[in-house]
């Protein structure tokens, strides 16, 4: 391995796992809260590129790493959206259905 593929991995590493720690948090917490799951949609949208990019210049780091990049990122993005739909199931047991709903009990018919 040359030394700028060392550079290369070694500098792909942290951008890569930017997005770990907020994936890891929501795990956690079991919750979304506090989420927004636009900026790792984003990021791993023009990750794809970066892979493209890497495969038309034949740069191993950059295919690598950004590889990796889009699976957690996608992964921050699904997590955020199961969470965000437990979170609704979880409140319409909870609070019953909402005041636009009616039942057919409730309406005397």
């Not at 917490?29 to 949609?41: F, V």
């Not at 892979?51 to 699976?71: D, E, F, H, K, Q």
């Amino acid at each position: 391995m040359s030394l700028d593929e060392l550079i290369g991995f070694v500098a792909g590493f942290g951008t890569t796992f930017a997005a770990f720690p907020d994936l890891v948090a929501m795990l956690k917490r079991r919750s979304c809260q506090g989420m927004n799951p636009t900026m790792a949609a984003i990021m791993g949208t023009f990750q794809i590129v970066w892979v493209y990019y890497g495969v038309l210049v034949g740069s191993r780091p950059i295919i690598v790493w950004n590889t990796i990049a889009v699976a957690i990122n996608f992964l921050v993005v699904g997590a955020y959206f199961y969470f965000a739909s437990t979170a609704r199931r979880h409140s319409q047991l909870v609070d019953g259905p909402s005041s636009g709903e009616s039942t057919k009990g409730a309406s005397g018919r």
